[in-house]
């Protein structure tokens, strides 16, 4: 009879702690990793440095705040009703310009709604109104 020796012996590994190890290693990355979230580019209007100075005759104020309410020199009214303000402001002044002011949080899609309304009635006269820094001038 013949033995036969059987010197190879398998290399395992173990696995029955495996899916604990995998586990503790998903819950150290979820633990540890940062995301991080952007939420915009930060947007700060430009201030005007200087101006041109005009007749305030001549200019009907256009406010939109916060809320979306805008209003023409201080009358609530719709885009539609701004444009026929307008229109019949134009009428009376020819040289009449529309000076757009906007609260810093008011969306900008209020104004391009006024806008559009505007340029059906042609009073294309416009003006956007900053306000002036009284810092030194940079050289």
Do not use: C, W
């Amino acid at each position: 009879m013949k033995f036969e020796r059987n010197l190879k012996t398998k290399a395992a590994v173990p696995t029955a702690s495996m899916g604990d190890i995998v586990f503790l290693l998903l819950i150290f990355f979820m633990v540890t990793t940062v995301f991080k979230s952007e939420d915009g580019l930060p947007v700060e209007l430009p201030r005007a440095e200087s101006g041109i100075e005009v007749k305030r005759d001549n200019i009907t104020r256009v406010y939109v705040d916060a809320l979306g309410r805008i209003s023409v020199d201080d009358h609530i009214v719709t885009p539609a009703l701004a444009a026929q303000f307008m229109l019949q402001r134009t009428e009376e002044n020819p040289m009449n310009i529309v000076g757009f002011e906007g609260d810093v949080n008011a969306d900008y899609k209020y104004m391009d709604q006024i806008m559009e309304e505007l340029k059906k009635v042609n009073a294309v006269r416009i003006s956007f109104n900053n306000k002036v820094d009284s810092a030194q001038p940079k050289y």
